[in-house]
């Protein structure tokens, strides 16, 4: 082999073992362990401390907000077999209701309580024209940013003055 | 009318079997009258395929709810733009809207290439007729829009109101038509592979199907960052959503691609890459339709109905079996008769280009399918989100924005030192000078703030070289020709159009890089709840809540107002309105946000929700620059369209090889 071609075969390996590496040490400080909630509780694991993302369904009237401090939610989440409290700092989106299916990311602590910074809702009905379209998907967008929050008294419809 | 688009559906498919082999048997043999019949194919699967969406788009128009897709995306009180539009709002209509794009571009390729170019066309007709096939399989026996729903319901189900804004009505077509566009290419590769024509005819034969492809996939991405930000509400415009990389990942192979073609066309190398680049872009779109419709990848949104993206997988083994197995058979043919001269050289700089653009698609590709990967090797799920893009695709990013700056004005083959002295020197200088000059201003304190800095460092140089192109050549025409500067301007780019219609892309690129640099580091965001006469302050804005009113709208849609007055120095700048919008029948209301938009910054408000005692959460976000990316977009499709201008010198050199090829070539002589 010529050293002309050596040369062009160290530069693109470079490039290569670069963006290799990039992607190891992207994958293993940024990774989130996905569980379903009866997933996370039949763990041997302790995942204290790791970052995890969640799903669940919101057990009915857990839903419960600090009169202090209006964006302070605390509700639990549950599938078959077990549940998990979570702690949620932040706008809720709009279909955050009792018996949704949530998806949330975060930590647990010592206590077993789950403290999110991100939470998600599947609306099943509703984004199915998305997700059908294929290209739309606004339910995968970190929904603690996102538009869209319940009406107080979520449902009645607001009143018509101006 | 239904049972009609229905039937055309059917025929539809004959048309494309039929057509399949009878372009199969008149490519191979002489078979003259099998010619002439596939010649009518084109034509008359282009009529049934626009018959049948004609029948959806009146059924939509007229409020046939019995129709099941009607009753699905449309409602009576659907605006008549929007009944258009849901055309493609959901699977079966999108897939019979792929199908229409997909005849009418083999019709436009048939006609193109009318008498010329008899060697190769049958074969790329042949592939553009089995895609075809596949895909009107799936209509008629799978994801049929015709269905109907034996007792018609007196309404529809309604077009989803975030569905409802004028981007996604443009978004979806203008992608699609980038998706589909590069089957062209692909099926022209696939061709010259076939008949082992392999010089770089099929290249410049699709050099416009790419270039335009390119330009649909690449506006589609911006109109659909623009629909997140506007109407998603969450301050943001991309979000690494798996949806999104699907669309991202073939846009960069598609930009590998056009770059390295170039190294073809001159120096008749890197055959082999360029096939592949073109075979990889074609099956990176079906994979991106199999991850949107596959329920595999776990986005929030995607369910469990996993049989349409298992079609897509099985199409996508299928070709990429055939294409692996048509390049390796190939191989010896594809060999290129030349090397590159030298490390420092343009040629390099596109091969590294090439390498970069492939990296950011490759990691893209891994978060995407990570969670697949895990639980298959480890057991357990494990997802990446933007932090891992972010931290992967920025830094590789900038690699490739310096070269945006090195690649056009090193010289070809080996660069000389005084080559690089002449033109290295004032742009590193410029790229220099604003480092300092910035340094004072932007906060370093973290990595995010540190990539932006670099990165304005990185446009300033790029630009600069750019700029610098433009000048001299305008320069050296004043001279020549005694012309204006606009004229010298003007003709310099009229006159070789392709080069500087792609340093104008450039441009466009770099303010796009500048404006996330931006918005990405020093975005800031409050979010409160606020009583009547509550203020907040950001980034130098005071923002106070002032009331909320009401409006009820028509029978089916009730909008509530909060009213915010945002001021700078005391002096009242703008009046926001994000609203909040409640449609009836839907249990979720929609919210409007409300942006103020200058070059510097964004103020962006959302109404979050509203009690009885008028006390209502508003979030606030200061995102600045970000309308250079929207920006940048405009100039893109401005360079893109400078580049793609009928050229009359490019014309006559065509003409004059298109007479060698249909001397060569032409069927009589078989």
Redesign the interface.
Known sequence: MNP??T??IV??ML??G??AY??S???S???????TVDELMAQTVSYEGAGL?IKGNVVNGSINRDPDD??KVRFAIEEKESNLQVVYK??TP??FQDGGEV?V?GTLDKEGVFHANVL?????S??????????????????D?????????S?S?????? | MNEIGEFALMIALATSLYGCVSYVMAARGNRIDLYLSAEKIPFILWACVAISSAALWKALLTDDFSLQYVWAYSSRDLDTFYKISSFWGGQKGSLLFWTLLLTTYSLVVHIQNRKRNAMVVPYAMVVLMSITTFFLLLLNFSTNPFEIIPVAPEDGRGLNPLLQNYWMVIHPPTLYLGYVGFTVPFAFAMAALITRNLDDSWIRLTRKWTLISWFFLCMGNLFGAQWAYLELGWGGYWAWDPVENAAFMPLLVATAYLHSVMIQERKDMMKVWNMSLVLLTFVMTIFGTFITRSGLIQSVHTFDEATLGFYFLGFLGVIIVICTALILTRLPLLRSNNELDSFLSRESSFLFNNLVLLGIGFATFWGTIFPIISEAVRGVKITVGPPFYNQVNVPIGMVLLALIGIGPIIAWRRASWSNLKKNFVKPLTVGLATAAILYPFLPLTNRSEMYSYLTFVLCAFVMTTILIEFFKGTRARMDLHHESVTESLGSLVWRSKSRYGGYIVHIGVVLIFAGIAGSQSYSENVEKRFKIGDSVELKGFTLTYERLGFIEENASKTRAIAQIGVYKNGERVWTGQPEKEFYKGQNQPVSEVDVRSTWREDVYLILADFAEDESATIKVYVNPMVRWIWFGGWVIAFGTMVSVWPDRLELRRRLERMKVQEAVFSPAQE
Not at chain 1, 29 to 35: A, E, K, V
């Open positions: 002309k071609k040369k062009f530069g693109s490039i290569v670069a963006v990039l992607i040490a992207g994958i400080t940024t990774s989130q362990y996905f569980f993302k209006y964006l932040g706008i709009d279909m998806v990311e998600m809702t599947s609306c099943p509703k984004y199915e024209a998305e997700k059908e379209a294929g290209k739309t998907h606004p339910g995968s967008l970190p929904l940013n996102k538009k869209g929050l319940e009406s107080e008294g449902g419809k607001p009143k018509t003055s101006v």
